[in-house]
């Protein structure tokens, strides 16, 4: 099918994606409100196959060193998918599904499957990556650009992590755990018993993201926007806690977003 942009609707709200924009969610509007940031960078992309950023650019694979492009110098950073173009493989009035080939610069051959749910107070992504050849490490995540402000109200984030990976000055997790400390932030926090963050724009709306995965990065360092990043893993992951993803095991990941109105 193609890769043109999709529509998808339930009550009051809407979700456009972009299959041929990296899969992304290019918007989400309640009510004719507008909570993601709009641009071609932004909405909410998939980070697949890996999150956040890898230490130089290089990752192990048993005794194989990869290398990835620097994208983010001296890192390579939030996977290769958002860079590509997706295929519609179905689509409906309130769910779509698309899809991606794992090319290079990506080493190994995959396939990526997203699944977009929409009802009339919450969406449902959910994400796997599998193989029918090499067995490689990967990891799944989402980055949503929420609006800061809307309609004059700055969004308020609460969540209670256990603890917050300690951020070196490369910005990637020292491998110490450290107590969650105040913000601003752009750190990866860990929530054992799943993903759970509210973001409460006063007198307008509440938005939990919540996931069964265990680490969420939180970036909030911009005017415009803040980040919720439900992933299958802290940044530089492949390298410090790899998911293997296998011929007999994919990876698989779930994030919902749930509204109600104030």
Same mark, same amino acid.
């Given at each position: 099918? +193609?890769?043109?942009?999709?529509?998808?609707?339930?009550?009051?709200?809407?979700?456009?994606?972009?299959?041929?924009?990296?899969?992304?969610?290019a918007g989400l509007r309640i009510a004719g409100t507008e909570l993601l940031r709009q641009g071609d960078r932004f909405g909410c992309?998939?980070?697949?196959?890996?999150?956040?950023?890898?230490?130089?650019?290089?990752?192990?694979?048993?005794?194989?060193?990869?290398q990835m492009p620097l994208n983010s110098p001296p890192h390579a950073i939030h996977g290769t998918a958002r860079d590509g173009a997706?295929?519609t493989a179905r689509v409906g009035s309130d769910e779509a599904v698309m899809t991606y080939d794992l090319v290079e610069p990506w080493?190994? +051959?995959?396939?990526?499957?997203?699944?977009?749910?929409?009802?009339?107070?919450?969406?449902?992504?959910?994400?796997?990556?599998?193989?029918?050849?090499? +067995?490689?490490?990967?990891?799944?995540?989402?980055?949503?650009?929420?609006?800061?402000?809307?309609?004059?109200?700055?969004?308020?984030?609460?969540? +209670?992590?256990?603890?917050?990976?300690?951020?070196?000055?490369?910005?990637?997790?020292?491998?110490?755990?450290?107590?969650?400390?105040?913000?601003?932030?752009?750190?990866?926090?860990?929530?054992?018993?799943?993903?759970?963050?509210?973001?409460?724009?006063?007198?307008?709306?509440?938005?939990?993201?919540?996931?069964?995965?265990?680490?969420?990065?939180?970036?909030?360092?911009?005017?415009?926007?803040?980040?919720?990043?439900?992933?299958?893993?802290?940044?530089?992951?492949?390298?410090?806690?790899?998911?293997?993803?296998?011929?007999?095991?994919?990876?698989?990941?779930?994030?919902?977003?749930?509204?109600?109105?104030?």
């Open positions: 099918m +193609s890769n043109e942009p999709i529509t998808l609707t339930a009550g009051d709200a809407e979700v456009r994606l972009q299959p041929g924009n990296g899969g992304r969610i992309f998939p980070m697949v196959p890996w999150c956040g950023r890898i230490r130089d650019g290089r990752f192990l694979n048993g005794a194989t060193t990869h997706w295929h080493p190994y +051959s995959g396939r990526v499957t997203q699944i977009v749910a929409l009802t009339e107070d919450a969406l449902t992504l959910t994400m796997s990556v599998e193989t029918y050849d090499s +067995s490689f490490p990967a990891q799944i995540g989402w980055h949503p650009w929420f609006h800061r402000n809307l309609d004059g109200a700055d969004v308020r984030l609460d969540f +209670s992590p256990a603890w917050q990976e300690e951020r070196g000055a490369d910005h990637l997790p020292t491998g110490n755990r450290v107590a969650p400390r105040p913000g601003p932030w752009d750190d990866c926090f860990g929530m054992p018993d799943g993903v759970d963050v509210t973001l409460t724009w006063p007198g307008r709306l509440e938005l939990t993201v919540a996931s069964p995965e265990r680490w969420v990065v939180v970036y909030d360092e911009q005017e415009a926007a803040v980040c919720v990043e439900p992933q299958t893993g802290p940044p530089n992951g492949l390298n410090t806690l790899p998911r293997l993803v296998t011929p007999l095991e994919p990876l698989e990941a779930t994030t919902t977003w749930r509204w109600r109105r104030l």
